[in-house]
């Protein structure tokens, strides 16, 4: 998601899901239409692992991003990407990105916002990994089993 009339990066590369919005998006804005379609992008993906590209950029005084969202807003859509993830199942790795503003005191509150979020959902992600892992186990103890057995019809 991003401004669709930002002057950046001059040659934009096409996606599958490349959304624009108008200058001015509100952070309602923004928020309706990220939770209208992560889900369905999470579902369409099917990733292990989603790479999310936390950019500070689209808030209202940054003066590159042209998008209007307040400091509440870009918090929001951070604990709104890692509940969708957390739903769906697929861990997250963060990167921090974008602010382009004089006082980068802004800019690092900005971006201390996405590891608050990050903190909040730790033992949901914590409680995922761990189901995950022993999903896995139970997966290589039946093909070990299942390999055992080959072998002794084998021997």
């Known amino acids: 998601m991003h401004c669709s009339e930002q002057s950046f990066p001059i040659v934009v590369q096409p996606s599958e ?3 624009g919005l108008p200058a001015g998006t509100t952070d ?19 990733p292990e692992l989603v790479l999310y590209n936390a ?12 998008l209007a969202l307040t400091n509440d807003g870009i918090a929001a859509r951070d604990r709104l990407v890692f509940a969708a993830c957390t739903e769906y ?10 602010g ?3 006082d980068h005191q802004h800019i690092v509150e900005r971006h201390v916002l996405l590891h608050r979020a ?5 033992p949901a992600f914590a409680a995922m990994m761990d189901t ?6 139970a997966r290589a103890a039946q093909r070990r089993r299942q390999h055992a057995s080959v072998q002794a019809v084998v021997s």
């Open 55 to 66: 950019g500070v950029d689209v808030h209202k005084d940054d003066a590159l991003g042209k």
């Open 100 to 102: 382009y503003q004089k």
């Open 17 to 19: 899901w490349d959304i």
């Open 89 to 98: 199942g697929a861990p997250v790795a963060c990167a921090i990105g974008g």
């Open 118 to 122: 990050a903190a909040e959902f730790m």
């Open 28 to 46: 309602q804005e923004y928020l309706q239409v990220l939770q209208d379609t992560l889900p369905k992008l999470l579902q369409q993906a099917r």
């Open 132 to 137: 995950k892992r022993a999903a896995a186990a």
